[in-house]
Structures are given as structure tokens and as C-alpha cells.
């Protein structure tokens, strides 16, 4: 089981996406967008900037935690989560990563520990931060864009673009989700979750 009921250990869960306002309904900005919703659900407020983040502190489902969004920009989103880890002394256990994944539907949601970035560069930039990739992370499907002649720039419009309705309305179903599978990583640990949430 990777999370104990230890009211003294801290967990550091870290939603990814772009700063600035014009970025905030972007399909990069899931993570933000969970972090976001589990703070107000659990009257959390993000309002402190430190070590390039910006972060609050309370509890979810009793336990202690840091709530977490990468100022940096995406791709650079180890800089900040490396010195978050450090300054709260938050072993690899205890470090919940949440960020959008093209590979799944939209609103389909992963939970897995270590392996792969599957080529999301956040998840790349942590892990080459903290030297491995031994963290937990609940990756929110977005989908893929038709390509049709550009691939790679494609991409890059698609996930910097901005929520459909349609989307909209699957997120909205979505994200309180992911909230649920937060608390269930804390409470019941990642296999329970797994089996649950994927």
C-alpha cells in the first residue's frame, strides 16, 4: 500500500498545465482545472507562490496535503515540483501528479505509479528532476485531434485550444472524479484505486 494514515506524512499532489489567464479552459490545463476543484471541495485555498508554484496547504479525507499548479509552463514543470519535494521532504510515495493524456477518450481517466510519460513533456520534466519516475500519477484523457497534414503542430493547437461545449459537459462529470480518486489513493491506497478508477 503506498499511502499510510499518518497525519505527520505529506502528500504533494500537483495538477499540470500553462499560467495565465488565456490558458485556463486549454485541454493542456486538466491538471489545473482537478487541482483546482479539490481544493474548493475541501476548502483549500491556492493562494501562496513558492518555489515557482502556486500552492495551498490543508486536508483531504483527514490527511494532510500540498496542493500544487507548476507556474514554469508545462514543459518545465520538474523545476518547481523538484524543489516542492525537497522543501517538504515528500518521498516518491507520497507525490500524486495529475495531467491531461492524449491517448485516452476524452474524460477517461488512468491511475498507475512509474512507468512511462507516454511523451507528455510535464511528466518528462519531473521525472528527469527527481532522477526516476517512481510517482503516482492519474492521467484525464482528452483525445486526439484528426491529423491531416501537420501532425506535430496539430497536436500542439489541439491541446493548447480551449474546451469544446461538449467537452465542457464531460468535464464537468470528470474532474470531481478525479477528485473522488485523490481521496481514494489516500484512504485506500493505489491498487484499491487502480481497480476502482481504471
Given at each position: 500500500m503506498f499511502f499510510w494514515k499518518k497525519k505527520r506524512d505529506v502528500t504533494l499532489i500537483v495538477g499540470l498545465g500553462n499560467p495565465r489567464d488565456k490558458h485556463a479552459r486549454n485541454r493542456h490545463n486538466i491538471g489545473f482545472m482537478c487541482v483546482e476543484h479539490l481544493a474548493r471541495s475541501n476548502d483549500i485555498r491556492l493562494n501562496k507562490s513558492q518555489g515557482q508554484a502556486l500552492i495551498g496547504s490543508g486536508e483531504v479525507a483527514g490527511l494532510q496535503v500540498i496542493l500544487a499548479q507548476p507556474q514554469t509552463f508545462v514543459n518545465r514543470s520538474g523545476l518547481?515540483?523538484?524543489?516542492?519535494?525537497?522543501?517538504?521532504q515528500v518521498t516518491r510515495d507520497r507525490l500524486i501528479v495529475i495531467h491531461d493524456d492524449l491517448d485516452l477518450p476524452s474524460g477517461r481517466i488512468r491511475v498507475r505509479h512509474a512507468g512511462s510519460s507516454a511523451g507528455h513533456r510535464g511528466v518528462m520534466s519531473i521525472a528527469d528532476s527527481l532522477g526516476g519516475s517512481n510517482f503516482t500519477r492519474i492521467r484525464v484523457g482528452i483525445g486526439r485531434p484528426a491529423v491531416t497534414v501537420d501532425k506535430d503542430a496539430e497536436v500542439v493547437d489541439y491541446?493548447?485550444?480551449?474546451?469544446?461545449?461538449?467537452e465542457e459537459k464531460i468535464f464537468e462529470e470528470v474532474i470531481p472524479r478525479v477528485s473522488d480518486a485523490v481521496q481514494s489513493l489516500l484512504t485506500e491506497g493505489l491498487d484499491t484505486t487502480m481497480k476502482r478508477f481504471n
Open positions: 518547481a515540483v523538484s524543489w516542492l519535494v525537497r522543501k517538504y491541446v493548447l485550444g480551449d474546451l469544446t461545449p461538449e
